[in-house]
């Protein structure tokens, strides 16, 4: 089922790190001409600014820098370096640049009308009244080897324990944290990566509540 050319359709995609949630969301929103964002890579973007520029007033310098902000330029840079990594799990707890965000966030579905986010506070708090919400979720073993495979191809040199260790901390960060913890959202749709056997599967089971919402809002 295809949206329309005025239909507005808003989804919301959480989950935790590798479980799966940014592959799924890409696919999905391609597939149904959806408008996509990924709230990690914001906050990378910001943690690449600040230690950059090091401002002297962090608030404001990034206030300045994501007012007028093209999403699409973000994802030209490489945002994914461990020194960047490091320096995002600790902004990211912090509730004035997580409101800068999210009024960012906000503006881009008011723009776009059609749009699917993915991150981990979605849902829950950023697109409360999304039309439609999956939560990610994983075997940690599956995740660990997923992540590992992925950063493989990066840096050869990598190894299997640290990057378990890593995605278990980072995993403990995210649910623990005052502000905008992870957590399933009511109504989400539970994805479970670690029983799809591949990706087809993963489209499929999406697809099936995603055709079913935009029958619900919009009929045949």
Not at 82 to 95: D, R, V
């Amino acid at each position: 089922m295809k949206l329309k050319k005025n239909n507005k359709f808003v989804v919301a995609a959480d989950g935790s790190a590798a479980s799966g949630k940014t592959t799924g969301a890409k696919i999905i929103s391609k597939k149904y001409g959806l408008k996509f964002l990924s709230s990690g890579l914001l906050y990378r973007f910001a943690s690449y600014q600040l230690l950059r520029a090091k401002p002297k007033n962090k608030i404001k310098f990034l206030k300045l820098k994501f007012k007028n902000l093209d999403y699409n330029k973000i994802a030209k840079i490489n945002l994914h370096s461990s020194k960047i990594s490091e320096h995002t799990s600790i902004i990211a707890k912090q509730k004035k640049i997580r409101n800068i965000l999210m009024k960012f966030q906000r503006n881009f579905v008011s723009k776009h009308k059609r749009v699917c986010i993915e991150g981990r506070d979605i849902g829950t708090v950023i697109l409360p009244n999304a039309d439609l919400k999956f939560f990610f979720i994983c075997n940690f073993n599956v995740a660990a080897k997923r992540r590992y495979k992925e950063l493989k191809k990066k840096n050869k040199l990598i190894k299997f324990k640290n990057v378990k260790k890593e995605l278990k901390n980072r995993n403990l960060r995210d649910i623990s944290r005052k502000n905008s913890p992870l957590l399933k959202s009511p109504g989400a749709v539970i994805v479970d990566t670690g029983k799809t056997k591949n990706i087809t599967m993963m489209v499929k089971l999406m697809s099936k509540f995603m055709d079913r919402k935009i029958l619900e809002k919009y009929g045949s």
